[in-house]
């Protein structure tokens, strides 16, 4: 068992690696966050991919790795078709720190009711842990998903570009 689950990391981080070979181009820096470009048709950024490297460097400085590129259906915890590449990475993260507990913590920005939004982040990070769960196999154990809507925003909601860096889902340490 530990063997085919070894086989299937390795399989993962390699198809991981190429994919991120091939969108280079696309790749912003999740630490500077200032070139971020809004979506209208979606509740989060677009064009913004995490690999390995970043998710790792990110909880070693911050103790924390915001996590851009997840693309939610507007007000809903649907996963959209381009949050693959970034779902990826985190999945690659997960499978070589298998002793690692990590909480999903989900935020968005101000706009609507808090409640609402509230609800809302919790239901996209569990979402995200379901995806990592069933798409890519990571034990339900090592992750926590908790939402806290709008309470810890990273940027003004004042702005199309602040609001896009508070919708973010966070991978935190237990």
């Given at each position: 068992m530990r063997s085919l689950l070894a086989l299937l990391a390795a399989t993962l981080f390699l198809a991981t690696a190429t994919a991120q070979a091939q969108t280079v181009e696309n790749v912003e820096?999740?630490?500077?966050?200032?070139?971020?470009r809004v979506d209208e048709n979606t509740t989060n950024v677009e064009n913004v991919t995490i690999n390995v490297t970043e998710i790792a460097e990110a909880i070693a400085k911050n103790g924390s790795a915001a996590i851009y590129g997840l693309e939610f259906a507007f007000n809903s915890a649907e996963i959209l078709p381009a949050s693959k590449p970034v779902l990826e990475a985190m999945a690659s993260y997960l499978v070589g720190s298998p002793s690692q507990t990590i909480l999903l913590v989900g935020h968005t920005d101000n706009v609507g009711d808090l409640n609402v939004n509230l609800d809302?982040?919790?239901k996209?990070?569990?979402?995200?842990?379901?995806?990592?769960?069933?798409?890519?196999?990571?034990?339900?154990?090592?992750?926590?998903?908790?939402g806290v809507g709008f309470l810890a925003p990273v940027a003004p909601n004042t702005t199309d570009a602040g609001r896009a860096k508070n919708r973010r889902v966070e991978m935190v340490p237990r």
């Open positions: 820096a999740v630490e500077n966050k200032e070139n971020i809302l982040s919790q996209r990070s569990h979402a995200v842990l379901e995806a990592l769960t069933g798409e890519y196999k990571i034990p339900a154990t090592q992750l926590e998903a908790h």
